[in-house]
């Protein structure tokens, strides 16, 4: 319960920091297509779902959107594999069976050779759509 107050507050505050607008006429452009950027991935229904599922599960007790917690962040995640035609189905089957101390993962030489614990409870679909959601957070 106290995950999903802290997510809902977490988006709380991030759509009222986008609600604010420039009034002044010497506007950023970068600033303004960061904006642009964040309004459309929160009004992204991939990333509605997938955040609410990310929230109803574990994963923020070792993931963290901008910061290694446990494993890796968000971010590197997405960044890692932006583009890739394999990323959502490689993705969905590690948040699904986990990853063991002596499986070969990505992320070893970063996370202190961690394991990723299975989640067979998640679904297939639901395991995509956190990995949709994660995805949209890349940089590139």
Not at 13 to 26: D, H, K, L, M, Y
């Amino acid at each position: 319960m106290k995950k999903c107050f802290i997510v809902i507050a977490s988006l709380v505050i991030v759509a009222a920091c986008n609600s604010n607008t420039n009034s002044g006429s010497n506007s950023d452009s970068s600033s303004a297509t960061a904006d642009s950027k964040s309004a459309d991935l929160s009004s992204n229904p991939d990333y509605q779902k997938g955040l609410t599922l990310i929230a109803a599960n574990d994963c923020l007790t070792c993931h963290k959107i901008d910061e290694k917690l446990v494993g890796p962040s968000y971010r590197d995640v997405a960044n890692k594999y932006a583009g890739s035609d394999t990323a959502l189905n490689y993705l969905s089957h590690r948040i699904i069976h986990g990853v063991g101390a002596n499986d070969q993962h990505d992320w070893a030489d970063q996370t202190n050779n961690a394991i990723m614990t299975p989640h067979l409870a998640v679904s297939e679909a639901d395991a995509d759509q956190m990995v949709k959601y994660i995805l949209l957070l890349s940089n590139k």
